[in-house]
């Protein structure tokens, strides 16, 4: 199975909104309401801000919002603060029951 | 809550086989499903297998004909097995629970353990 595409980087200066693209197939986001975003520091573990296309887990910020469309889903982080420079990774559930991460975005802030 | 720890060997030598167990605290391993995951220094997350409480499994098929995954619900573990590793296996390695109804979303996850393959 292929990685889903996302962009290498992505810039933006505090308070404004970016969003991250997540292509993959029609066997897997396009198939699916099952794409979910991580946020991975360096050093740490990834966290979950995104499950199932659209909802927040609790405890994750507003400003962090995802969407869908046919095979793309996208991640979008408004006000953007100097604490979301991260990398970000999206995943899917796919046809053969198995998952699949996306290539990765760093964010930064300028 | 629920946390996750990995353990295992941080060396392994090429060809032989990758074992780590993962001990779940704070809560049971029944009931949920449970994943494997891996980061090579420097690269991007790549999932590796899940496995529900009773057993049930499934795998990445680029790795499938090397890994196993297996469940101790009377340790609360679970384990990976990856054999014949070489120098591409290097990595973190996270275990992770799934979370929701139906389950398809990583939380909480483990720290990570870095496994090296060098002789």
């Known amino acids: 199975q292929s990685a889903l595409t996302q962009p290498a980087s992505v810039s933006g200066s505090p308070g404004q909104s970016i969003t991250i693209s997540c292509t993959g197939t029609?066997?897997?986001?396009?198939?699916?309401?099952?794409v979910s975003w991580y946020q991975q520091h360096p050093g740490k573990a990834p966290k979950v801000m995104i499950y199932?296309?659209?909802n927040r887990p609790s405890g994750v910020s507003n400003r962090f919002s995802g969407s869908k469309s046919g095979n793309t889903a996208s991640l979008t982080i408004s006000g953007l603060q100097a604490e979301d420079e991260a990398e970000y990774y999206c995943?899917?559930?796919?046809?053969?029951?198995?998952?699949?991460f996306g290539t990765g975005t760093k964010v930064n802030v300028l | 809550q629920v946390q996750l720890q990995e353990s295992g060997p941080g060396l392994v030598k090429p060809s032989e086989t990758l074992s780590l167990t993962c001990t779940v605290s704070?809560?049971?391993?029944?009931?949920?499903?449970w994943s494997w995951i891996r980061q090579p220094p420097g690269k991007g997350l790549e999932w590796i297998a899940f496995?529900?409480?009773?057993?049930?499994?499934n795998y990445n098929p680029s790795l499938k004909s090397r890994v196993t995954i297996s469940v101790d619900t009377s340790k609360n573990q679970f384990s990976l097995r990856l054999n014949s590793v070489t120098a591409a296996d290097t990595a973190v390695y996270y275990c992770?629970?799934?979370?929701?109804?139906?389950?398809?979303?990583?939380?909480?996850w483990g720290q990570g353990t870095l496994v090296t393959v060098s002789s």
């Open positions: 992770a629970r799934y979370s929701g109804s139906p389950s398809t979303w990583f939380d909480p």
């Open positions: 704070g809560g049971s391993i029944s009931g949920y499903y």
């Open positions: 496995i529900y409480y009773t057993g049930n499994t």
């Open positions: 029609s066997s897997d986001v396009g198939g699916y309401n099952y």
């Open positions: 199932e296309v659209s």
């Open positions: 995943n899917s559930y796919t046809s053969i029951r198995t998952y699949v």
